[in-house]
């Protein structure tokens, strides 16, 4: 069983995605990482959403590892989950490290009560990245 799990992950670690996520990786994301993510909306369509929010969660769990980003829309708190090797996801960016404040906890599920400091810096990286995909 861990064999074919191994050869899953193989074939669905198309763009690196194992490497963002890898918990040796200096480089991966943490949770309380800025991320970006890009979504087909449906199988076999070309248009795409794209939804930035802080990482609250990463379930690590082989094939059917994901993980959960939140953002406030509009004085609402959004969550999102991601399953990391599904063929909706078109790309994965990080945007901003969690170097400012210090995370001491995997699950940053505390957020969802008192948001604090860390939705702020959002909009100001969400209007760079529209900058930067309008240049383009």
């Not at 193989?10 to 690196?16: I, K, P, R, V």
């Not at 509009?74 to 210090?102: A, F, H, T």
Request: charged letters at 25%.
């Amino acid at each position: 069983m861990e064999q074919i799990t191994k050869q899953q992950i193989e074939t669905a670690n198309t763009d690196g995605r194992r490497e963002l996520f890898d918990r040796h990786n200096p480089q991966a994301i943490r949770p309380g990482s800025i991320v970006l993510v890009e979504t087909f909306n449906g199988p076999g369509e070309t248009t795409t959403s794209t939804f930035m929010g802080v990482c609250i969660a990463i379930r690590r769990k082989g094939i059917d590892t994901n993980f959960t980003l939140r953002n406030i829309v509009m004085r609402v708190g959004v969550e999102q989950r991601y399953s990391l090797y599904s063929p909706l996801l078109k790309s994965i960016k990080v945007l901003q490290k969690p170097s400012d404040i210090k995370f001491r906890r995997a699950k940053l599920y505390y957020l969802r009560d008192n948001p604090g400091k860390v939705f702020q810096p959002l909009q100001s990286l969400w209007k760079q990245e529209q900058l930067e995909k309008s240049t383009k």
